[in-house]
């Protein structure tokens, strides 16, 4: 009687353990967001940019600040307009000395093919990289595994390579380029501040707090 009973207790708890609902729970719980202050991982994409398939390597980009910027698919709805936003600022980033990258899990080829059956995305300079395997979305924490895609998520690196602000939204919310151009120039301007801070809604060429 003793053995029936822990058999069927061992029963029960593998049918909660190896469920869907507890497999996707477990999955979720394993998922770690790199956090403020930790380096990112090094890594080589494969990227399309202007209309080239190439290989680029996040070492190249040392001394440099970074924005990552992941998102679900190619051939959606709230992507490309997420994309149009950073290509129409990209300029902004650009002359903050900052470099965008997109990433999805799509292949450089899909990245094509939508840049040439999309004008918006057609017109994006910056480089848009290939993460296939979701290698890298995994390493940074924003990989869903139950859909195979990206979070919409974006990540502001400084020159060490140091993670500075990081935002994550539901796939059906869209970002705002202008202000994750506000965050990359208040994490310059503490940078290059000595000891000062940002306060709420700071724009560039504003004064910083100073603790007396």
Partial sequence: MRKLRCFLLLIFLANIYCSPESQKTNAISQLQLVPIGKKIPSFQFEVYQKGQISTLALSTLKGKWIVLFFYPADFTFVCPTELKDMS?????????????????????????????????????????????????????????????????????????????????????????????????????????????????????????????
């Fill in 88 to 212: 129409d600022h990209y300029e902004k980033f650009i002359k903050a000395g900052a470099e965008i990258i997109s990433i999805s899990t799509d292949s450089v080829h899909v990245h094509r093919a939508w840049a040439q059956q999309h004008e918006d995305i057609k017109k994006i300079a910056f480089p848009m990289a290939s993460d296939r395997a979701g290698k890298f979305s995994r390493l940074m924490g924003v990989y869903d595994e139950e859909k195979g895609v990206s979070m919409r998520a974006s990540f502001i690196v400084d020159p060490d390579g140091k993670i500075v602000a990081v935002e994550m939204t539901d796939e059906a919310i869209g970002r705002n380029a202008a202000e994750l151009l506000r965050k990359l120039e208040a994490a310059i301007a503490v940078r290059e501040s000595d000891g000062g801070f940002c306060p709420a809604n700071w724009h560039r060429g504003e004064e910083l707090i100073r603790p007396k």
